[in-house]
């Protein structure tokens, strides 16, 4: 095979037209490139099919992300001509993935001693715990639902509205929106947790468009965070007030959503992560409880909403053999309750009944622990990359776009 028509020296020009910039190439990445691009061009030919590439990218580089296979996947698409790739464009493709990725596989520089940067992490830890995190949390049901017990549970704290503010509010006649904050800490770790409510919604005789003040309220959380993005002088530390994610209580009908459970997961699953939980689940028997769960899966599914973290691309294998074990288990079927209750010789939070305890935390109850674990120990980071770079960065995109196109036609330039 001829190789000619690629640069000799190891050097690759990466889109001129657009970054006029040369990514040099080792003589070792580059004979590891030519290697593989050889096998895969068993006509000698200089060309590869296209759909031979996302193995040769994993050849040569390893493990390869999910995301990052869907990078290759478009600088692919946009250099193929009838199905195949030249042997430039496959170089060019190479080295553009080495640049977004530290994922080189066996193309990694060997060290012959220690040098000190395996402390980096030990740096990041220590300089996130000064500053502390941030997670926001919203909480949406119809009233009596046991909201607010659900997330002092979750958090074993007063930290719901009622519960911290002790006021007895009237059912409002249209949805409102409440947020409040609170630092909790927990072995040195501070974290502001943001838990929002939305009293009102779903309890009127018409709820039409109920939902609209709660997509409002998201959408304007990313506006706040796009002002201050673009702001000239914007803050060293911008607050994020983002919804992380959004508990979505069902009622315990054992029958299957609702159409007003339908119609706000549809409106609001494009931008918030969205985690269903049956409210009050030992209300039910452990087989009406699964039946009901598998009703609600069918209608998540005929309708096209997006749950986390089933609806989400996972990273790689492991992220997504986690995603599934929990999608197994959604909607969590859960039990609330901040009160401590005496079983045999030990205190559990749990709810008395003339027939025994339901225990909050014991797994052969409910699935209280395994909805606290995914939300707080598993992906709670997850939860606030999902908001960031898939909500977020959708609705930041659209949003610029609009302005782009407005600042195009008050200018009279074209938008292309």
């Keep these: 095979m001829s190789l000619s028509s690629a640069p000799t020296d190891g050097t690759v020009l990466l889109a001129p037209s657009r970054f006029y910039h040369v990514q040099q190439l080792t003589t070792r990445q580059k004979e590891a490139f030519v290697r593989a691009f050889q096998?895969?061009?068993?006509?000698?030919?200089?060309?590869?099919?296209?759909?031979?590439?996302?193995?040769?990218?994993?050849?040569?580089?390893?493990?390869?992300?999910?995301?990052?296979?869907?990078?290759?996947q478009t600088r692919?698409?946009?250099?193929?001509?009838?199905?195949?790739?030249?042997?430039?464009?496959?170089?060019?493709?190479?080295?553009?993935?080495?640049?977004?990725?530290?994922?080189?596989?066996?193309?990694?520089?060997?060290?012959?001693?220690?040098?000190?940067?395996?402390?980096?992490?030990?740096?990041?830890?220590?300089?996130?715990?000064?500053?502390?995190?941030?997670?926001?949390?919203?909480?949406?049901?119809?009233?009596?639902?046991?909201?607010?017990?659900?997330?002092?549970?979750?958090?074993?704290?007063?930290?719901?509205?009622?519960?911290?503010?002790?006021?007895?509010?009237?059912?409002?006649?249209t949805v409102d929106i409440n947020a409040v904050s609170h630092v909790i800490e927990e072995k040195?770790?501070?974290?502001?947790?943001?838990?929002?409510?939305?009293?009102?919604?779903?309890?009127?005789?018409?709820?039409?468009?109920?939902?609209?003040?709660?997509?409002?309220?998201?959408?304007?959380?990313?506006?706040?965070?796009?002002?201050?993005?673009?702001?000239?002088?914007?803050?060293r530390f911008i607050p994020d007030s983002r919804v992380h994610c959004c508990l979505y209580f069902i009622q315990p009908s054992g029958h299957a959503l609702k159409p007003l459970d339908i119609e706000f997961m549809r409106h609001l699953h494009d931008c918030v992560n969205i985690v269903p939980v049956i409210a009050k689940a030992d209300t039910m028997t452990v087989e009406e409880r699964d039946c009901f769960k598998q009703r609600i899966r069918e209608d998540i599914t005929q309708h096209g909403i997006r749950i986390y973290p089933s609806g989400y691309d996972p990273e790689d294998e492991a992220e997504k053999t986690l995603a599934d074990s929990i999608d197994a288990l959604i909607p969590f079927g859960v039990v609330g309750s901040d009160r401590v209750v005496k079983v045999g010789s030990k205190e559990v939070y749990g709810r008395q009944t003339r027939w025994g305890v339901v225990e909050v935390e014991n797994k052969d109850h409910c699935e209280f622990s395994q909805l606290r674990d995914m939300l707080i120990k598993t992906h709670m980071q997850d939860l606030k990359e999902k908001t960031d770079k898939v909500h977020y960065e959708s609705f930041r995109r659209q949003r610029l776009q609009q302005h782009h196109e407005q600042a195009s036609k008050y200018t009279g330039e074209s938008n292309i």
Aim: hydrophobic letters at 40%; charged letters at 20%.
């Design 39 to 72: 096998e895969a061009d068993t006509n000698d030919a200089g060309l590869v099919a296209v759909s031979a590439i996302p193995a040769l990218v994993k050849q040569v580089l390893g493990t390869v992300s999910n995301h990052e296979m869907h990078e290759v």
């Design 188 to 235: 040195g770790v501070r974290l502001k947790l943001t838990i929002t409510d939305t009293p009102g919604f779903g309890d009127q005789i018409n709820n039409k468009d109920c939902w609209a003040p709660i997509v409002d309220y998201v959408n304007e959380q990313f506006e706040l965070y796009l002002a201050e993005e673009v702001s000239i002088n914007r803050k």
């Design 76 to 173: 692919v698409d946009l250099r193929a001509h009838k199905g195949e790739v030249t042997f430039p464009d496959f170089m060019e493709i190479m080295t553009e993935t080495m640049s977004s990725t530290t994922q080189w596989g066996q193309l990694k520089t060997p060290l012959s001693g220690h040098v000190g940067f395996d402390s980096l992490q030990t740096q990041i830890t220590q300089k996130a715990l000064k500053r502390g995190f941030e997670f926001n949390l919203m909480v949406v049901g119809e009233s009596g639902m046991g909201k607010s017990t659900m997330v002092n549970t979750l958090f074993k704290a007063k930290v719901s509205r009622p519960s911290c503010m002790q006021v007895q509010s009237p059912i409002p006649s």
